[in-house]
């Protein structure tokens, strides 16, 4: 069972444009959600991550809104840029003791087209 | 600056065969973890370990071994392959909770 989908699988979105790539869970303990990016032979970068108890964080191009009652989060970036072009992975947080258990989307594979 | 090492990049086996993934760290983090990637399936939690001395399962624990050998290293052990078992693995480490710092992987074939 699929606790965090990220239902599209692809997104082409052209340079300059908004970029918003989505993200939905169904665990209502996860309480820490964070946006990891990964290029090829590579492994996920951290991008962004924002707590329960905000619905809005903002670093530089990139925003992730949260919507705890629909349980929906989704990360804009603005303008898209080509270096952007990757896959981008959605996680949840329930922490365990001292350790935290990152469950994660299955992700989007984002192109920013010239 | 080497963060996250992971050795080797990457192995075929034959089923049945042993192998043992390695990782090491050098951010002084307490927790590591090890995740599988498969397409379709993102990345999916194998075991951690929460602090030098401590091993958990996570999600998909079954046919895989691990050990924190001290508070840099936590290795992955595959002790007889099975063709299930190919993906790529992927450690991590943390010092603060939920940022997690990847290696770049280990892409695992099993004939």
């Known amino acids: 069972d699929q606790q965090v989908k990220q239902n599209s699988p692809s997104l082409s979105v052209q340079e300059g444009r908004i970029s918003i790539l989505n993200c939905d869970y169904t665990n209502s303990m996860f309480d820490y959600f964070l946006w990891y990016k990964k290029y090829p032979a590579e492994g996920p970068t951290f991008l962004i991550s924002?707590?329960?108890?905000?619905d809005k964080n903002e670093d530089g191009r990139f925003t992730v809104f949260l919507n705890k009652s629909a349980k929906h989060l989704s990360l804009h970036i603005v303008p898209s840029q080509p270096g952007d072009s990757a896959v981008y992975f959605c996680a949840a947080s329930e922490r365990t003791g001292t350790a935290s258990k990152l469950t994660f989307g299955t992700g989007t594979r984002l192109q920013v087209t010239l | 600056n080497a963060g996250v090492t992971q050795t080797p990049k990457f192995q075929v086996l034959k089923t049945g065969q042993s192998m043992t993934l390695q990782c090491a760290q050098d951010?002084?983090?307490?927790?590591m973890y090890w995740y599988r990637q498969d397409p379709g399936m993102g990345l999916r939690l194998i075991y951690y370990s929460a602090s030098e001395g401590t091993t958990d399962k996570g999600e998909v624990p079954n046919g895989y071994n691990v050990s924190r050998l001290n508070k840099r290293e936590f290795s992955l052990r595959l002790e007889s392959a099975a063709p299930s078992q190919t993906s790529v693995y992927f450690c991590a480490s943390t010092g603060v909770f939920e940022k997690l710092f990847f290696g770049s992987g280990t892409q695992l074939s099993v004939l």
């Open positions: 924002i707590s329960s108890i905000k």
């Open positions: 951010m002084n983090h307490n927790s």
